[in-house]
């Protein structure tokens, strides 16, 4: 069984910034569960690329306001409490927070905890050989101002 509290996470490896958002990473691979769960606050007036060629995500709004539009032709949605959608064709799409949206997201596979977005919005499919030689920072670098 696995207990986790959200002021357990802050200011720990499992809290990754970046730019337009923070997300907290409450299950990740190594947790063993095939998915992993994260509580992720979209911080309001910013834009992110999002393009999950690898992963499946599902997201679920808790607080704020938004928009969700698939790129480059739409459709877009408006996004707010209550609202849940999942990205089961891997739709590149363009996330916009009016307000600090809070969301709630689960991946499958699993995320590593140290993926990064690549220029295309992309995380890339981690292995666990990876992880144990190349740090977060190095990974980070590599991917030149992702997020």
């Not at 709630?104 to 590593?112: D, G, R």
């Not at 990064?116 to 101002?145: C, N, W």
Request: hydrophobic residues 35%; contains cysteine.
């Amino acid at each position: 069984m696995i207990v986790r509290r959200l002021h357990e996470i802050e200011g720990t490896e499992r809290e990754v910034k970046a730019p337009t958002f923070t997300s907290r990473r409450f299950l990740l691979k190594r947790d063993g569960t095939g998915f992993s769960l994260h509580d992720t606050i979209l911080y309001a007036g910013t834009e992110t690329v999002i393009w999950y060629k690898h992963h499946l995500e599902a997201v679920y709004c808790i607080e704020g306001e938004g928009e969700l539009e698939v790129v480059p032709e739409g459709p877009s949605f408006r996004i707010g409490p209550g609202t849940m959608y999942t990205l089961n064709g891997h739709e590149k799409h363009l996330l916009r927070a009016k307000t600090d949206l809070r969301m709630i997201c689960v991946f499958t596979p699993a995320l590593t905890g140290r993926e990064v977005h690549d220029h295309e919005g992309t995380y890339p499919l981690l292995q666990e050989e990876q992880l144990r030689s190349e740090s977060f920072s190095e990974i980070a670098m590599e991917k030149k101002g992702g997020h």
